[in-house]
T-cell receptor, first 115, second 114 residues
Framework: DADVTQTPRNRITKTGKRIMLECSQT?????MYWYRQDPGLGLRLIYY???????NKGEISDGYSVSRQAQAKFSLSLESAIPNQTALYFC??????????????FGPGTRLTVL | AQSVTQLGSHVSVSEGALVLLRCNYS??????LFWYVQYPNQGLQLLLK??????LVKGINGFEAEFKKSETSFHLTKPSAHMSDAAEYFC????????????FGKGTKLSVKP
């Protein structure tokens, strides 16, 4: 089984709908991240969490919110989806014990299309 | 603001040729440096990383990268390209110690011609 899983893998929705993307990990890592990938723009950080009680905004948090329900679960919500949120979304984890080097482990991604 | 630049959004090489993917970062303070690879329809996986010590770092699948502080660079190379190397490659850097976060470059898509 994969260490970092994301659900759903693909989602098509309409403008104005609320969407939740979920991420689960079995690696036992403290730190979790949400990124979006757009062609030609690389990966941009949306939110990150160094601990269950620690949530931080990333570079592009507007229009998104997150919830860290447990050490192993980190959800990303789009309160009112808009077409420019169409992108590939990745969850990642890293181990606080390796905080200085911060090797991140990525899920397979969720492809979101907002019509 | 600190930044990472990958020169060339698309690089094409012939099978067996040298692969050179360029990465430069903006700060004179040496960060931790990473290369990640993304194969089609997959997430990213770590190829190699530099933290401290030897400046020439070897990674998986025959790739290596050299940290050059004077040039603020961390270019990725492979002596002989294989068809299976076709993927997108991302350079990433981390400043700020244990509380820092990764900053990714925009990626370079590598094509390998038979």
């Amino acid at each position: 089984d994969a260490d970092v899983t994301q659900t759903p893998r693909n989602r098509i929705t309409k403008t104005g709908k609320r969407i939740m993307l979920e991420c689960s990990q079995t690696k036992g890592h403290d730190r979790m991240y949400w990124y979006r990938q757009d062609p030609g723009l690389g990966l941009r950080l949306i939110y990150y969490s160094f601990d269950v009680k620690d949530i931080n905004k990333g570079e592009i948090s507007d229009g998104y919110s997150v919830s860290r329900q447990a050490q192993a679960k980190f959800s990303l919500s789009l309160e009112s989806a808009i077409p420019n949120q169409t992108a590939l979304y990745f969850c990642a984890t890293s181990d606080m014990a390796e905080s200085s080097t911060d090797t991140q482990y990525f899920g397979p991604g969720t492809r979101l299309t907002v019509l | 603001a600190q930044s990472v630049t990958q020169l060339g959004s698309h690089v094409s090489v012939s099978e067996g040729a040298l692969v050179l993917l360029r990465c430069n970062y903006s700060s004179s303070v040496p960060p931790y440096l990473f290369w990640y690879v993304q194969y089609p329809n997959q997430g990213l996986q770590l190829l190699l990383k530099y933290t401290t010590g030897a400046t020439l770092v070897k990674g998986i699948n025959g790739f290596e990268a050299e940290f050059k502080k004077s040039e603020t660079s961390f270019h990725l190379t492979k002596p002989s390209a294989h068809m299976s190397d076709a993927a997108e490659y991302f350079c990433a850097v981390k400043w700020g110690g244990s509380q820092g976060i990764l900053i990714f470059g925009k990626g370079t898509k590598l094509s390998v011609k038979p």
